[in-house]
């Protein structure tokens, strides 16, 4: 890789951060119900589900809830 190829995919990794970053400032400001409707939560509550399938707790397959491991962040 060349010292320019380089300072290119830096470059892409830093936009891609600052993009990152955007994201998580804009979900802190607004309150839990709202961020519970952004294309983020439902993408990632979706994936959650695939991947456990069931309640981790009782084992249901029905009214899955997702909940964070921390609120704290």
Known sequence: MTKWEAI???AIGISMLRGIFARIRKAKAMNY???LKTPHWKHTRKKII???KSCVL???TEHLVVHHRRYDN
Do not use: E, L
Request: a neutral charge; glycine letters at 8%; charged letters at 15%.
């Open 58 to 60: 009782c084992g249901s």
């Open 33 to 35: 119900q709202a961020y």
């Open 50 to 52: 695939a991947r456990d």
């Open 8 to 10: 290119f995919y830096i």
